[in-house]
């Protein structure tokens, strides 16, 4: 059975950093892309960023937003995504998902981890 | 303001079909058949109900169906029942600059 499962979320200050991690079983994690989304509270859904297999090339990209100040790694050996965000802005409180991409689908979801950015 | 236009609420009573559309453009819905509807109760995850267009993961009833005309993609859900409360999102495929992007959600009350 597919399982993600995030961690790392909190409260933290304008400007602070915060690093995400999802654990991954049930698949092979090393084979896959994976994505971080986002959700605003009361709000819908936001695509962050995507980091390919090592097999592909290993690159991440980001969306608009985040650039500059998240990225994304992963550790093949330990079967875990991260997410480093650093800068952070109010505008990014957000629950964070980690999601696995299956060709054009993000077909399995973590159950997300809240970050609020407050002072 | 999302990439992906939804309404933002449907309704139907319980054994009625209802339909969601899902507006995007030909960078987007139009040029993949990537188009992808996820259900999301209260505090929960998103749930892939459709991929591919048209295509149910295992364990989805068959109420749930997907399709796409031009640059706009539905979900149809017959034979409402309760538990189909929830927000929905279609999500399509954007290209290798854009990735992916979503609609603003369309709340399904059912009554």
């Known amino acids: 059975e597919v399982q993600l499962v995030e961690s790392g979320g909190g409260l933290v200050k304008p400007g602070g950093s915060l690093r995400l991690s999802c654990a991954a079983s049930?698949?092979?994690?090393?084979?896959?892309?994976m994505i971080w989304v986002r959700q605003a509270p009361g709000k819908g859904l936001e695509w962050v960023g995507r980091i390919k297999s090592k097999a592909d090339g290993g690159t991440a990209d980001y969306a608009a937003p985040v650039k500059g100040r998240f990225t994304i790694s992963r550790d093949d050996s330990k079967n875990t995504l991260y997410l480093q965000m650093n800068s952070l802005k109010t505008e990014d409180t957000a629950v964070y998902y980690c999601t696995r991409k299956r060709t054009g689908t993000l077909d399995y979801w973590g159950q997300g981890t809240l970050v609020t950015v407050s002072s | 303001q999302s990439a992906l236009t939804q309404p933002r609420s449907v309704s139907g009573s319980p054994g009625q079909s209802v339909t969601i559309s899902c507006t995007g453009t030909?960078?987007?819905?139009?040029?993949?058949?990537?188009v992808s509807w996820y259900q999301q109760h209260p505090g929960k995850a998103p749930k892939l109900m459709i991929y591919?267009?048209?295509k149910r993961p295992s364990g989805v009833p068959d109420r749930f169906s997907g399709s796409k005309s031009g640059n706009t993609a539905s979900l149809t859900i017959s034979g409402l029942q309760a538990e189909d409360e929830a927000d929905y999102y279609c999500?399509?495929?954007?290209?290798?600059?854009?990735?992916?992007?979503f609609g603003g959600g369309t709340k399904l009350t059912v009554l």
């Open positions: 030909s960078s987007d819905v139009g040029g993949y058949n990537f």
């Open positions: 049930g698949f092979t994690f090393s084979n896959a892309w």
């Open positions: 591919d267009v048209s």
């Open positions: 999500c399509s495929y954007a290209g290798s600059y854009t990735y992916w992007v």
